[in-house]
Nanobody, 126 residues
Framework: QVHLVDSGGGSVQAGGSLRLSCVPS????????MGWFRQAPGKEREGVAG???????SYSDSVKGRFTISKDNAKNTLYLQMNSLKPEDTAMYYC????????????????????WGQGTQVTVSS
């Protein structure tokens, strides 16, 4: 069983930056698609950024140009660099990695069955 451990959240003022990290525990494997999702109170979980094993990236319109997803293949560690943060970015952020080869990446979302991290809170104040 793969467990994802995500970290790096915190509280920042608008315009600030944070970098989230996601590390798989258990064993190393090569997921077809890894990504970051977020869920704000009262809202549905949404994908914000995804990256395939070959390095193709995709972002939601709401974060394009501000967030950058990257992956260290040697460590199988996933990152999300978040710049120019806005109060509307406030949410619980979750990393995810697809479990099978039945997946697609579009609009910042990795579709398909996924492993999930436990979440890390990001709070942006105005």
């Amino acid at each position: 069983q793969v467990h994802l451990v995500d970290s790096g959240g915190g509280s920042v003022q608008a315009g600030g930056s944070l970098r989230l990290s996601c590390v798989p525990s258990g064993y190393t494997y090569s997921s077809g698609c890894m990504g970051w999702f977020r869920q704000a109170p009262g809202k549905e979980r949404e994908g914000v950024a995804g990256i395939t094993r070959h390095g193709t990236t995709s972002y939601s319109d709401s974060v394009k140009g501000r967030f950058t997803i990257s992956k260290d293949n040697a460590k199988n560690t996933l990152y999300l660099q978040m710049n120019s943060l806005k109060p509307e970015d406030t949410a619980m952020y979750y990393c995810a990695a697809t479990r099978t080869e039945l997946w697609a990446l579009s609009g910042g979302t990795c579709s398909g069955d996924k492993h999930w991290g436990q979440g890390t809170q990001v709070t942006v104040s105005s």
